[in-house]
């Protein structure tokens, strides 16, 4: 029998609409997500407002994507009838409780965030910082609190967001005195962190080393082909590097028999087994994963109404859920209100 809603523990997790998703948000967060929303009560936030916050110059290609993520979310088997899919810009709430929260977290302490960091180096912004951006970890505090979510199922680069969210769920309550926002624990996969196919350190939208879930059957063959392996292991019969190989890791995330996998490895570290036998092998398995994913896009993509119905559903019923956190701690904070 089904848990009720009242004590299935809630979930909220997003994803920014800078682009179509990829094997990191599978391997990071999708996978478990599709697997919780049996025992959870699940939301999903398609972020268009983060989004905007390093791509102030390009708001048509964030609006452009709310609708590829939805599609990647039903096509990895996101079940609207189990999950709340709903739109970021569309929950004013979410907007005013940030506004709230920017009180109780300091510049620096924005400015120390190693995630926050790490992505200032990465988009190169230097010193011209958009202050929305430095601020966004305060937003996804107002995020996760404002559907009171205990369980945010993300990739590793996303801890130190969480730890902040939690840090400013401990100021509030302190404040007002009592627990009136849960904190949140993070749930990470042993693969935290997929590299791009490129080896750097994360697969990204933004840094073009992605391989999206709706990769056609060719894009899939030709990043294996291009996959950085051990730059020593020349010839086959060579002892290979397993350490910092990208194969081995998408392997280690995807394949499905993780015995035959240890075994490649034992072999490709002893010397007699050639980058081109490990790069099949995963060739197979990433087809053998999102071949059925591609059709299921492409199938709902055929019908884009359908898809922005779930999406307008499940916005009115986040907008009721939202609302009613913001009067929450508006009233915990005792701001004046007009009706007493
Ligand atoms: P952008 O480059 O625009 O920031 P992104 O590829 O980093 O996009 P996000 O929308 O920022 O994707 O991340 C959404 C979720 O997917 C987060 O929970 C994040 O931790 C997870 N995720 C993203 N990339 C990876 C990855 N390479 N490995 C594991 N998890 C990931
Ligand atoms: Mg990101």
Redesign the pocket.
């Known amino acids: 029998m089904p848990m009720t809603d009242q004590i299935q523990p809630i979930i909220l ?7 179509p ?5 599978y ?4 996978k478990n997500r599709v697997g919780l929303q049996h025992t959870h009560r699940q939301f999903l936030l398609l ?1 268009d407002t ?2 905007l916050t ?2 102030a110059h390009d708001p048509d290609k964030v609006r452009r994507n709310v609708i590829e ?1 939805a599609l990647d979310y039903l096509a990895v088997g996101i079940d609207p009838a189990l999950s709340t899919i709903c739109l970021q810009s569309a929950l004013p709430a979410l907007a005013e409780l940030s506004m709230l929260y920017l009180n109780f977290v300091t510049v620096a302490r924005l400015e120390r965030n190693p995630t926050i960091k790490d ?1 200032i180096q ?1 988009r190169g912004f230097g010193r011209d910082i958009p202050a929305g951006f430095l601020c966004y970890p305060a937003a996804q505090a107002a995020d996760i609190t404002a559907f009171k979510a205990q369980v ?7 801890a130190p967001l969480i730890e902040q969210t939690n840090e400013i769920v401990r100021r509030i309550n302190r404040q007002v005195g009592r627990d009136i926002l849960p904190e949140a624990r993070a749930l ?2 042993a ?6 196919v490129d080896g750097k350190a ?6 073009g080393n ?1 391989i999206p879930l709706s990769a056609s059957s060719d894009d899939i063959r030709d990043a294996v082909h291009r996959m950085y392996t051990d730059p020593n292991h020349l010839r086959v019969s060579d002892p290979g590097s397993i350490e910092g190989n990208v194969v081995f890791m998408y392997l280690d995330a995807f394949d499905e028999d993780p015995a035959g996998v240890e075994d490649l490895k034992a072999r490709y570290r002893h010397g007699g087994l050639g980058d081109m036998a490990v790069k099949r092998r995963l060739e197979d398995v990433l087809q053998a994963l999102l071949a059925p994913i591609r059709e299921r896009r492409a199938a709902l993509a055929r019908d884009p109404e359908f898809v922005l119905d779930i999406v307008r559903q499940g916005t009115l019923k986040a907008r009721a859920t939202t609302q009613e956190t913001l009067d929450d701690v508006r009233r915990a904070l005792g701001l004046f209100a007009f009706d007493g």
């Open positions: 997790t997003g994803d920014r609409t800078t682009g998703l990829h094997l990191g948000h391997a990071g967060s999708l972020a983060q989004a390093d791509n993520v992505e990465a945010v199922p993300v990739g590793e680069d996303q990470i996969p693969i935290g962190r997929l590299p791009g994360k697969m990204s939208k933004s840094q992605a």
